[in-house]
């Protein structure tokens, strides 16, 4: 086959692939098949978009935890079946075609890259897949029909450097967030009037400065340099629970995500941070040390700044 044969014979098999990889779902098909974006759940047997900056790949899911997902990638595409491949017939997806899983290229990403619901494959489907699936390190090796065709060989390596930078996406954890720890303030020896004078000079109010210097709340670079200023020291800013962060990774707050890092000029992780310590904030005044509901949290509060809990982007 010649070079230029190759080419084209890839831009057949990964095209439709990533073509899928964004799906022209609109909010209310989504909304209708999956409910409200605020209450998706990712589950075995789903099929769902994952996106990190511009890569998009459609992944089957097989196992949930509580932060990470185990997957598989998917592709519009029929190819022949081969050791680390199975063909799923048109009847058993949405997408009207065959659909090919490619069980070789299985791997645990965190749950922050899933973007959105795409099909929901049958029960039977998802135990064929179970069966079948493989890690990485227990693949076949590279034989057979299959894996005879140079442009399948190619449109597999493009995957598994797609899968590779799904893999590496960057989360914030609590263990991160302790970098925003910096010098402590002895709130019993500050004055009214130099409260007064942070607030002022930060433009917001007294409660909000409160949370700042007792570390409910992360400085910005802007807010520390300010309280250095006025009071010799920035708070300590102590992480937000684990399982606050933990829900904000989860896919049904991405919208709340994207708009904060589009606003802020934040990376998604960063953006979680910041929206983490303000329903943290929200929280201790509320609830002092108990651990609530962090969804139920997360949507008061987003109520309460006048965001849709549901919003797209």
Not at 145 to 169: H, K, Q
Not at 180 to 198: G, N, R
Not at 211 to 240: F, N, S, Y
Not at 286 to 306: C, F, K, L, V
């Amino acid at each position: 086959m010649t070079s230029d044969e190759t080419d084209a014979r890839l831009n057949h098999l990964v095209a439709p692939a990533q073509q899928a990889a964004a799906p022209q779902l609109t909010e209310t098909a989504l909304e209708r098949r999956f409910g409200p974006r605020s209450t998706w759940v990712p589950a075995p047997g789903q099929i769902w978009r994952a996106m990190r900056d511009d890569i998009g790949v459609l992944v089957l899911l097989l196992a949930i935890e509580a932060d990470s997902v185990t997957a598989v990638p998917v592709t519009i595409e029929s190819i022949a079946e081969a050791a680390d491949t199975l063909l799923i017939e048109e009847q058993s997806s949405s997408f009207g075609v065959e659909v090919t899983v490619w069980l070789g290229l299985r791997r645990d990403l965190s749950i922050g890259v899933l973007d959105r619901p795409v099909d929901d494959m049958a029960g039977p489907v998802v135990r064929r897949l179970a069966d079948r699936a493989v890690r990485p390190e227990e693949a076949p090796r590279a034989t057979g029909a299959g894996w005879s065709d140079p442009a399948v060989s190619e449109a597999r390596a493009v995957l598994e450097d797609d899968l590779a930078a799904l893999v590496e996406a960057p989360e914030m954890n609590a263990a991160e967030a302790e970098g925003h720890v910096t010098d402590a303030i002895d709130i019993d020896a500050l004055t009214p009037e130099a409260l007064d004078e942070v607030a002022s000079r930060l433009g917001t109010s007294l409660p909000v400065v409160l949370d700042l210097i007792d570390g409910k709340r992360a400085p910005t670079p802007e807010q520390t340099a300010i309280m250095h200023q006025v009071l010799g020291a920035a708070p300590v800013a102590a992480p937000p629970p684990r399982g606050l962060l933990t829900e904000f990774s989860q896919p049904r707050w991405r919208g709340l995500v994207r708009h904060r890092r589009r606003r802020d000029d934040l990376t998604d992780a960063a953006a979680r941070l910041a929206l983490a310590y303000e329903v943290d904030a929200m929280a201790a005044r509320q609830t002092g040390g108990q651990e609530p509901s962090w969804p139920d949290r997360i949507r008061r509060w987003a109520q309460g700044n006048q965001l849709d809990p549901d919003i797209a982007e």
